[in-house]
């Protein structure tokens, strides 16, 4: 599965036209310093490694800082998930965290569908709450899903047989990071430094100039 070859190439052409070194040049390096997407990269990487996920009270607050300090969840989503995760018993705390370890180091589908199952509890299965730490965590591998982007995505490059629903799903899941990964490789590499990177290519490629 990939995105309209014709449609992307001529928005790379375009990219590149404003943009000569892509996310490299320096207008594109100043948008996205607000982002501080390698001091999160690095962040995740030293809090949910195989070893500080074993500690399971840090491993949830640590979870609450990175939605919190997240550019890319609303500001409406980071008090409720820090008050929803506050608020759980000992045992709901060790599944939440347990979940989020399978998702970036065991069986993913399992790990996904337990997180999901646990959010919903308090109708906060967003797909921003279950996404964002693995693109953090593996920010050249995993997605980040925000519902407006994808959906314009999957409209604006008519992407057949992927169908977007509020409710995060692991069958959407990894059609569309397959959709992203398959898709990058086909235009230059300064586009794609991250897989949220080259969301952002695409946001720009649908917006109306």
């Known amino acids: 599965m990939e995105l309209d070859r014709l449609k992307l190439k001529a928005a790379e052409a375009d990219f590149l036209r404003r943009f000569p070194e892509g996310f490299a040049d320096p ?23 195989k070893k500080a996920l074993k500690d399971i009270d840090a491993s949830a607050e640590n979870m609450i800082k990175m939605v919190s300090r997240s550019s890319m969840v609303s500001m409406f989503e980071k008090p409720k998930f820090r ?4 608020c759980l018993s000992a045992g709901d705390r060790t ?20 997180l999901v199952d646990i959010l919903q509890t308090e109708k906060l299965a967003k ?7 693995p693109a953090y965590y593996a920010p050249t ?34 059609g569309y990071r397959d ?12 586009l ?5 990177a ?12």
């Open 83 to 86: 008050d929803f995760v506050r």
């Open 141 to 174: 591998e995993e997605v980040f899903v925000k519902p407006t982007t994808a959906k314009n995505v999957i409209n604006f490059f008519a992407v057949p047989d992927l169908v977007y629903k509020p409710l995060p799903s692991w069958e959407f899941y990894t």
């Open 95 to 114: 599944y939440l965290v347990k979940a989020l370890a399978e998702l970036l180091h065991g069986q993913q589908q399992s790990g996904f569908e337990a």
């Open 27 to 49: 207008e594109m390096q100043a948008i996205g310093k607000k982002h501080a997407m390698g001091k999160m990269v690095t962040m995740a990487e030293e809090l949910f490694s």
């Open 127 to 133: 797909w921003s709450l279950i996404s964002i730490i």
């Open 192 to 196: 794609s430094p991250s897989n949220a």
């Open 179 to 190: 959709l992203i990964n398959n898709s990058k490789g086909s235009v230059d590499p300064s």
């Open 198 to 209: 080259f969301s952002g290519f695409l946001m720009m490629a649908m917006t109306p100039k």
